[in-house]
């Protein structure tokens, strides 16, 4: 389980990093990593607005240039910069434990959770993941996360603190009544969802005859010849895709659905997009 | 009977399961596998649409249960054979005699793979064996059947003829019957074996197109006249292709005679100088073994000399001049060559003749000292010039001199003339009689000191010297203190001058490898120094060969104890042929008593796993065909044979693209992986090739040394692997010609130096019947070096494995291909090193390799221009303005 952990980091490691070159990559304005811009005023670097002068205003933001120019005073306003917070969600069920051996649902929800957080780590972002109860300081406290969530354990609740940007990650395979009513109590944030399914969850490449059961039961559903419900199954699977696509838009959240063999470095940018960092 | 055998027929008993292999499938259907499905709540309620066949169409399962029969039947090793007549039912044993004389190795696979079914076919009749050979006359057994194999492999074929009648008194008692395995040709004493022989008796002989012929020579003053002596029932003229090979191992001459219908023998006379042979051999498939073979030794081999002569001799009194008596009497013997003293070592030869020169030039001097201390013979003549102006410690002589002549008959006033008493009994001239009539009237006397004994050959009658010598070195200096012309004796008058002169020359031309002393000048017996093994092969003498006497060296019969080869030592080298030794030759006669005679079914039985496996494939394809039509229809059949069309039709290139463009060949290994390899990074280097230089390669061609003409490419890439089958006679013949027609051929042992041991011998042995000459580590001022880029600074980074063709080797005159290597060795793997494009690890060593590889491609197609100096200024300047 260590060596697992520590190829999991590993390859979360080389993934920020990667993310971090390309991210560097696009031309970028001259704010501190960490901080953000808050488009409010503040005392940031970059100029939020120029504004004609109304008492009350800081009289020390007057750009006397600009007001010997004109007939009004004319103050030059900043940006204001805050400490973002972040919050990774990781269903950590069960039923994470399907795909291929070497690249199960529970090791990409994991490399992707570890890797979105030593990019915030890297960013100086406060970053909180699930089952966590402060804020992650340095790298290595990443590792010993990932070691917690390779072991199966019950879904947790999403937090119910406050982020600046909450990723829930899971294959959100439950019926949705029940997905909606946890989704309910989560705090209105930015949020993103990554539903992560396994290829053969999607295809079914399974031939003859077969008995399914749910991770951890005993009852089982048997199919005589699975080609022939093949497209039946991925038909439900497909609507209730539909139904989770639904469920976010209606409460303004992002929705992300991968497999285990996708690009997991595209994904992270879509998702900082989502939270307003990337560009 | 049937005409199938099988290696394991036990696993035949696998097909019984068969059917019920069949049953049970259709009986017993397999349990449901048990999935983890994390959306199972997604399957509730569902049910097949259409239900796909679950049972297996029946032409199908009729395909699987003949690919699991072949199966079965491959492991069991099927074997066709025919072992001719059906066994006789005898229980008395059975004697093999193997005729292994020098005349074997034509037919010997087809008489080992004889004595193998024999054995085989004992086994089964469980009947003991006796296993006998001619030419090393024994007899072992009874043996079981794996001894008895044994035994027989252990048989090889010797070089010298065999003897039949020795077998009788070895043969056991009592009844047996007899297989004479013959290799055609009549041994001496099969008609006395033929009368001790009780019981049925079966002779074996070969297709008459097989026998060996025997390659006999009749001398000609300049050129040779060879005759093929054979058994010879051939139904058609046969052309028979001879090759001669020079003494640095490269075919010199190739010339085809037509041996007639039924004709026992042929004769032609061939045009090449006799100097240069160093062996006759008939090229293969007609000729094998040490009758095929004929050696030249150094009576053939016509020396060099040297007159030393001014401007003023020779042309006005010819009579009066030493030129005039030794080039006569040299006529024949050796080529002679009046030069001036500066020029004397020019040529480099093999005698300098010095007739009465007392000074010549210092440089000279020195110059032709170092040339004796190398193995030159510098040979004096006394005269008025050198009586008068001889110094004492002139360097050239063998003895200090008397300054001033000593006249016999006048200025000392007496009255006697001398004439040459004795030869010395240590010097070479032993063996030369005196001839009274020979008179000497002046002479040089030599200064007596206490070696002056030791260091003549010839004295006069009154015990002065004739002839003196001492050995500098590796070479000799020889005096005769009397004139070459007949001024001061009668000696340039006879015939024993002709003689000495001969035997001087003859010690000459052994200028690498003298280390023998005095006494070995004149040997009694030869040592043999390289002789010849039954498939033709010379190799090292083994320790049951004995040295030869001298004085039957031309006579002695070839036996186990005197091979053919070459015997001698450093002064003398003597050839022992089969075709100056043997009778004529004449096809096997076999007077017995109840015989038999059969033919030999050679390679008859055949191994069919391969047939076996590839009709499997075809099955297992015609399987996923079906499969694949059941599953997705009848267009993916189309798709599926869409893939498999391509690869047969795709256009190759024809013989005038070959010859018109420069292409890059290999000789495939047969290794897929391997030649994968080889054609990927011949394709980087074709890419290369057109990048960075003028030359245009068309591409790379996997040779099919059968079917191409090889002889198109300029340079062939041969990548040795371990397990690579051998080539086959007609690819070795055009590859011998790719060589000998002015191709480059690039050995890579690919790093493993072990490849050509560990492959056996096999491949080993097939690249010593190429011939070409000993190869040298590449001199870092070889050619390669700098054909295209100047590899010599970069080969002290990347260190290069290569190993070329000893150019130091004299050439023979007039062939084209001078100084260049035909073959080039390496052990760099280079075509891995081409194919790692983008391998991050060592780029540099890549491109290392693909500049070695444009530097052959240029040195393959511009020969040695690189080489010649005229261009040296041109490419200093280019390198300079670099």
């Known amino acids: 389980m260590k060596n697992r952990a520590s190829l999991l980091f590993n390859r979360a490691k080389d993934l920020a990093a990667w993310h971090h070159d390309a991210a560097n990559l696009q031309p970028r304005s001259r704010h501190d990593g960490g901080h953000t811009r808050a488009k409010r005023a503040g005392t940031g670097f970059d100029i939020w607005q120029m504004k004609e002068y109304h008492p009350g205003d800081d009289i020390r933001t007057i750009d006397w240039k600009q007001s010997a120019r004109s007939d009004a005073v004319i103050l030059r306003q900043r940006e204001r910069e805050t400490i973002r917070r972040i919050g990774l969600a990781v269903d ?33 972002d406060r970053v909180t993941l699930s089952g966590q109860e402060k804020p992650m300081a340095r790298e290595m406290d990443v590792l010993g996360w990932i070691e917690t969530a390779l ?35 989560v705090q209105p944030a930015p949020t993103s969802v990554v539903q992560i399914l396994a290829p053969a969850e999607i295809d079914l490449p399974y031939t003859g005859s077969a008995r399914f059961h749910p991770p951890g039961q005993d009852s089982d559903i048997r199919i005589d010849d699975v080609p022939g419900i093949r497209n039946a199954y991925r038909a439900r699977l497909m609507d209730h895709r539909e139904a989770l696509k639904a469920s976010c838009a209606a409460r303004g959240w992002h929705f992300h659905a991968i497999t285990t063999d996708d690009d997991l470095a595209i994904l992270i940018a879509a998702i900082e997009r989502d939270g307003g960092i990337s560009p | 009977m049937i005409p199938f055998s099988f290696a394991h027929p036990a696993l035949l008993l696998a097909l019984f399961a068969l059917p019920l292999l069949y049953f049970l499938l259709r009986l017993i259907p397999p349990q449901p596998k048990r999935i983890m499905l994390p959306a199972t709540w997604l399957l509730e309620g569902l049910t097949p649409e259409t239900r796909t066949s679950s049972t297996i169409p029946p032409w199908l399962l009729i395909l699987r249960l003949l690919a699991a029969a072949l199966v079965i039947i491959s492991l069991a090793g099927p074997t066709r054979r025919d072992d001719g007549a059906a066994a006789k039912t005898t229980s008395a044993p059975l004697l093999i005699v193997m005729d292994n004389g020098w005349a074997s190795a ?50 090889m074929p010797q070089p010298w003829p065999g003897d039949s009648a020795a077998l009788v008194p070895l043969l056991p008692r009592g009844k047996f019957e007899t297989a004479y395995l013959s290799n055609g040709i009549d041994t001496p004493g099969t008609a006395t074996l033929a009368n001790a022989l009780d019981g049925p008796v079966t002779l074996y002989q070969p297709d008459t197109a097989t026998t060996a012929l025997l390659l006999r020579r009749s001398q000609a003053r300049e050129k040779i006249t060879i005759a093929i002596d054979g058994a010879n029932d051939r139904k058609t003229d046969t052309d028979i292709s001879i090759q001669a090979i020079g003494h640095n191992g490269r075919q010199i001459a190739r010339q085809t005679v037509t041996l007639p219908a039924n004709a026992d023998s042929e004769a032609q006379t061939m045009d090449i100088p006799l100097r ?24 053939d081999v016509k020396k060099s000399v040297a007159i030393v002569t001014s401007e003023r001799e020779g042309a006005s009194t010819p009579l009066s001049s030493a030129a005039f008596y030794l080039t006569r009497a040299l006529d024949g013997v050796a080529n002679t060559k009046l030069a001036p003293a500066e020029a004397v070592l020019a040529d480099n030869p093999d005698v300098i003749i010095l007739p009465d020169r007392a000074a010549l030039p210092a440089a000279t001097v020195e110059k032709i000292q170092e040339w004796v201390e190398s193995g030159g013979i510098l040979l004096r003549f006394a005269g008025p010039s050198m009586a008068r102006g001889s110094k004492a410690d002139d360097p050239l002589l063998p003895v200090a001199l008397r300054p001033g002549g000593r006249a016999l008959d006048s200025t000392l006033g007496e009255n006697e003339t001398l004439t040459i008493k004795s030869f010395s009994a240590e010097g070479p001239l032993a063996d030369m009689t005196p001839d009274p009539s020979i008179t000497v009237r002046q002479q040089i006397l030599a200064e007596p000191s206490p070696d002056l004994e030791q260091r003549i050959w010839a004295t006069l009658s009154d015990n002065t010297p004739l002839i003196t010598a001492a050995r500098r070195g590796a070479g000799h200096l020889i005096m005769v203190h009397t004139t070459a012309t007949p001024a001061w004796s009668d000696f340039a008058l006879s015939g024993l001058y002709v003689g000495f002169l001969k035997r001087v020359v003859s010690m000459a031309g052994t200028r690498s490898n003298v280390d023998t002393d005095d006494k070995t000048a004149r040997p009694a017996l030869l040592q043999p120094l390289r002789v010849m093994d039954g498939m033709g092969r010379l190799t090292d003498p083994g320790p049951d060969v004995k040295p030869l006497a001298r004085d039957d060296a031309d006579t002695a019969a070839i036996t186990r104890e005197h091979p053919p080869g070459l015997y001698g030592n450093a002064i003398m080298k003597r050839a022992v042929n089969l075709g100056d030794r043997l009778p004529p030759v004449m096809p096997v006669t076999f007077n017995a008593e109840n015989l038999t005679i059969k033919n030999y079914v050679a390679e008859k039985s055949q191994d069919l796993r391969g047939h076996a496996l590839m009709a499997l494939m075809a099955l297992f394809l015609l399987d996923w065909a079906g499969t694949v039509a059941l599953r997705r229809g009848l267009l993916s059949i189309v798709l599926v044979a869409l893939v498999f ?10 013989d005038r693209d070959f010859a018109a463009n420069v292409w890059l060949a290999y000789i495939p290994t047969g290794n897929t992986a391997v030649d994968d390899e080889t054609a990927r990074g011949l394709d980087v280097l074709h890419n290369n090739i057109n990048q960075r230089t003028s030359i245009r390669t068309a591409g790379v061609h996997s040779l099919d040394m059968e079917r191409d003409p090889v002889i198109l490419f300029p340079m062939i890439y041969w990548r040795l692997t371990a397990d690579q089958p051998p080539l086959s006679a007609t690819a070795l013949s055009k590859l011998q010609n790719f060589l000998d027609t002015g191709g480059l051929l690039v050995v890579d042992t690919r790093d493993d130096l072990s490849a050509l041991s560990a492959s056996g011998d096999n491949l080993a042995r097939q690249i010593e019947t190429l011939n070409f000459p000993p190869l040298v580590p590449m001199a870092s001022q070889h050619v390669l070096t700098k054909s295209f880029y100047l590899l010599n600074k970069t080969m002290d980074v990347f260190p290069l494995h290569i190993r070329v063709e000893d150019d130091s080797q004299p050439q023979p005159a007039g062939e084209q291909t001078a100084g260049l290597s035909g073959i080039v060795w390496t052990g760099d793997d280079l075509a891995a090193k081409w194919a790692d494009q983008g391998s991050m690890m060592n780029p540099e060593r890549q491109d290392v390799a693909i500049r070695v590889g444009i530097n052959l491609i240029m040195y393959a197609l511009t020969g040695n221009y690189k080489a010649d100096q005229i261009h040296i200024q041109a490419i200093l300047e280019r390198v300079g303005d670099r």
């Not at chain 2, 076919?121 to 072992?140: E, F, H, M, Y």
């Open chain 2, 106 to 155: 034509a037919t010997w696979t087809a008489q080992q793979a004889q004595a193998k079914i024999l054995i085989d076919r004992a086994a089964r009749d469980n009947r003991p064996v006796l296993i006998a050979q001619t030419a090393i006359p024994s007899v072992t057994g009874p043996h079981a059947r794996s001894r008895a194999d044994d035994a027989r492999q252990q048989i």
């Open chain 1, 92 to 124: 950590t069920g069960p039923a994470m434990d399907f795909g291929p051996k070497n690249q199960t649902k529970r090791d990409t929800a994991i490399t992707l959770a570890a890797a979105m957080a030593i990019a915030a780590i890297d960013r100086h």
């Open chain 2, 645 to 654: 069309i391509p690869a047969g039709a795709r256009a190759s290139p024809s």
């Open chain 2, 276 to 299: 240069d042979i160093a062996r006759l051999s008939i090229a293969p498939p007609s000729g094998s073994g040490a009758g095929a073979i004929y050696l030249f030794d150094d009576r």
């Open chain 1, 151 to 185: 072991e199966p354990h019950p879904v947790p609740t999403p937090e119910s603190s406050s982020f600046d940007h909450l990723v829930l990650i899971g294959d959100f395979l439950r019926p949705i009544g029940l997905i909606d009513d946890e989704w309910n109590k």
